[in-house]
């Protein structure tokens, strides 16, 4: 007796059963199949009118971009205005590729970016601000994972399978989208004279980067992991990817400090020496500096447009506590709102913060740590509260006992 593949229903329970090479299937199934493609259907097509292109919008100006950016990020104009001119260029240039170009058209060369900052000073955040911005695919990878193929560790073609889950594995998106490799620093080389041993981590990752930022077709393993002979990949051209790249780059202030004094001798050395700002050197970071830090100058060379990150002072940090859009103390405000609680901060708990924070050089990722710390006690007591709590205060001396009261050495290992 014939029976339906997948349900297993005989042909007299069913209205039809349809015959196939080896297996047959009736009328139910089929409409349960159908309803499942159209199902399918409408979610890829909302993905795609959620992830309309941003080339079919108006692209906002430099200036509207760093507008944009001061929303969400505190000071740095610096760094806004290097990134905002930087990626407003970037997407002409998909623009200009969008149109047909003449033969003696001038073509746009693709321009990555590299950040130096020190550590909390927003370099993640501008990068995530600006795919925000923009409503493209977005992926962190983190440089200290890399290797060179064939070793332990990830490939470096594994940075786009990220962007690719990014895009919900829609390519012709993926390959407009932004990529942030944090902690590029990691993969200097330990020296500046080329090593005759492999530098697995190092050197051989850098050139194994090269070809994805200067823009070439890779083929990507769709589910990451190591690559092996017989594994379907997918092709992504990295043409169009912007590549951000940051990194604290510890000790090269030094560098810029020797590049600077060979430059001060003679009779304008006490001159231009009064001009150095000695407590940020950073400024005057150069592409040379990346060099003798270890970044091979192929590398360098593909991350033309420079910039650098100022150390936070404590009117920036208290800033940053409580101005952007999405500031820490209007997320806990808004955590606590949920409950139906109404929360406030005297102002010199602020102050406090901010002076913990620089205490423990953690920059601004670390006023979250003593934020939580200072309110854990209330986020765990309030909610299961019998009487209900309307409003909560949070004083100065409220803030300094739960400090105290939290581990230390756990705050400074953040």
Known sequence: MKKCSFCHRSEQDVEILIDGIDGHICNNCVEIAYEIIQREDEVKSKSKTDNKSFLDKKLLKPKEIKVFLDEYLIGQDDAKKILSVAVYNHYKRLSQDKIKVKKDEVEIEKSNIILVGETGTGKTLFARTIAKMLKVPFAIVDATVLTEAGYVGEDVESLLVRLLQSA????????KGIVFIDEIDKIARKSDNPSITRDVAGEGVQQGLLKLLEGSVVNVPPQGGRKHPDQKYISINTK???FICGGAF?????KIANRLNTKLVG???VKNSDQIDTKNLLQYIAPQDLKSFGLIPEIV???PILGFLNPLDKEILKKILYEPKNSIIKQYEYLFKMDKINL???ANVYDFIVNKAMEFKLGARGLRSICEAIMLDAMFELPSKTKKVTDFTVTLEYAKEKVLKTNKSRLKAV
Do not use: T
């Open 168 to 175: 919900n594995y829609d390519i012709e998106l993926a390959e």
């Open 344 to 346: 406030s901060f005297d």
């Open 250 to 254: 510890d000790g090269i202030e030094r």
């Open 267 to 269: 009779y304008s050395a």
């Open 301 to 303: 060379g593909r991350l």
């Open 240 to 242: 169009h990817i912007l």
